[in-house]
């Protein structure tokens, strides 16, 4: 079974200044989906971002960009330009790419993020 | 496109009762995905369906949990006989299967079930 883990259950940052959230995966799988989604409080979730494991290149989306370390199996999420609408629980999730397999996510923890003024 | 909606939004409930939620998906969307989230916790996967078939149910579904997808359009989740720890918000997702299985999956706002 694949496990997603988010070991940092809070993170701070500054308006305007840059965070990396951290995740780490198992899986034995060699082809799959990594995400980051947004969780707003009290507003439903949505994606910020995502990656295909059998891609060298890390995915971009204007201030979000990840770092794949698919050997390490790491997925980091840096957010540039920190604004105070970034402040959110954000869940690291995984998604099996196998053929016929449960197209679920799997996600992690998660970790709220509040950005300062 | 209005988005995947569910219904209702919050839920108190004694233990013991019966409850019931839906989710009207994105149309067009052809897979449905409910999930349970503990406060605190990433969600989890609790059933999903492809059009109106229920393709797979977690172990966290016990037998007082059923699923239905009638007509491949909305869905509802059905809680029998609630305990305390049913409390949890109820997340729904609905995505279009793509080729090579590359799809998105578009959260609605949740349910939040509260069991006294």
């Known amino acids: 079974a694949q496990t997603v883990t988010q070991s940092q259950p809070e993170m701070s940052v500054q308006e305007a200044e840059t965070v990396t959230l951290s995740c780490t995966y198992d899986t034995s799988e060699s082809d799959y989906y990594l995400f980051w989604y947004k969780q707003p409080p009290s507003r439903q979730m949505i994606l910020v971002i995502r990656?295909?494991?059998?891609?060298?290149q890390n995915a971009t989306e204007n201030r979000f960009s990840v770092n794949f370390q698919k050997a390490a199996k790491s997925f980091s999420l840096k957010i540039s330009d920190s604004q105070l609408g970034d402040a959110a629980m954000y869940f690291c999730?995984?998604?099996?790419?196998?053929?016929?397999?449960?197209?679920?996510?799997?996600f992690g923890k998660g970790i709220t993020l509040s950005v300062r003024p | 496109d209005t988005g995947v909606s569910q219904d209702p939004r919050h839920k108190i409930t004694k233990r013991g009762q019966n409850v019931t939620f839906r989710c009207d998906p994105i149309?067009?969307?052809?897979?449905l995905y409910w999930y349970r989230q503990t406060l605190g916790q990433g969600p989890e996967f609790l059933t999903y369906?492809?059009?109106?078939?229920?393709?797979?149910k977690s172990r966290l579904l016990s037998d007082r949990f059923s699923a239905e997808r009638p007509k491949g359009s909305f869905s509802t989740l059905e809680i029998q006989r609630t305990e305390q720890g049913d409390s949890a918000m109820y997340l729904c997702?609905?995505?279009?299967?793509?080729?090579?299985?590359?799809?998105?999956?578009?959260f609605g706002p949740g349910t939040r079930l509260l069991v006294l």
């Open positions: 999730a995984y998604r099996s790419a196998t053929a016929g397999a449960n197209s679920k996510l799997t």
């Open positions: 990656q295909e494991a059998y891609k060298q």
């Open positions: 997702a609905s995505s279009l299967e793509r080729q090579r299985g590359w799809e998105t999956q578009y």
């Open positions: 369906f492809q059009n109106e078939a229920q393709l797979e």
């Open positions: 149309s067009e969307h052809n897979r």
